[in-house]
Antibody
């Protein structure tokens, strides 16, 4: 059974940093691209970032480019999102999700999400 | 970036109703469109990809159609478990944008 478990969320002050983790199990983690998607309270879904299976490709939404860094450790089956210079508008539930396969495919499995609150 | 516009943003319907949600893309995306269902406090669930292919385990009352810039999600006979928010997402190019969502509530 595919499982994705996020951790690392919490309350952080504006300008602060936080690192999210996503522990994967039930599939060959190193064979799949992985994605972060966020959802502000009461709002819709926003795609944040993607990383390829071999880490050679990383892409970001303009809203986080230069502040967030996606990475992965295939030996630990773990995905990360390093978030720096956090702003109030980054407050959201952050989901990690598995991309179905390489190419023009959506995500098929999601974690339960971890809440990040940016506030003083 | 490709913009996706869903309509309506909200709809109120009764059990057994036929429901149609539309997703319009700002430029052609072929059939590279996915539909998700999200219930309160839960992660989204993939229903359809590409535009008209039902994912495994999704009830046959759900169907998708369209290509290019105009897409629809139809629920042929609304069931109690279908009350949720539905999102379309394009996977033609990055950034992978979502529609703003359509909330389906009980009339």
């Amino acid at each position: 059974e595919v499982q994705l478990v996020e951790s690392g969320g919490g309350l952080v002050q504006p300008g602060g940093s936080l690192r999210l983790s996503c522990a994967a199990s039930g599939f060959t983690f190193s064979s799949y691209s992985m994605t972060w998607v966020r959802q502000a309270p009461g709002k819709g879904l926003e795609w944040v970032s993607v990383i390829s299976d071999s880490t050679d490709v990383t892409l970001y939404a303009d809203s986080v480019k230069g502040r967030f860094t996606i990475s992965r450790d295939n030996s630990k089956n773990t995905l990360y999102l390093q978030m720096n210079s956090l702003r109030a508008e980054d407050t959201a539930v952050y989901y990690c999700a598995r991309k179905m396969r390489y190419g023009n495919y959506p995500v098929d499995y999601w974690g339960q999400g971890t809440l990040v609150t940016v506030s003083s | 970036d490709i913009q996706l516009t869903q309509s309506p943003s909200f709809l109120s319907a009764s059990i057994g109703d036929r429901v149609t949600i539309t997703c319009r893309a700002s430029q052609g995306i072929g059939s590279y469109l996915a539909w998700y269902q999200q219930k309160p406090g839960k992660a989204p669930k993939l229903l359809i990809y590409p535009a008209s292919t039902l994912q495994s385990g999704v009830p046959s009352r759900f169907s998708g159609s369209g290509s290019g810039t105009q897409f629809t999600l139809t629920i042929s006979s609304l069931q109690p478990e279908d009350f949720a928010t539905y999102y379309c997402q394009q996977v033609d190019s990055y950034p992978r944008t979502f529609g703003q969502g359509t909330k389906v509530e009980i009339k």
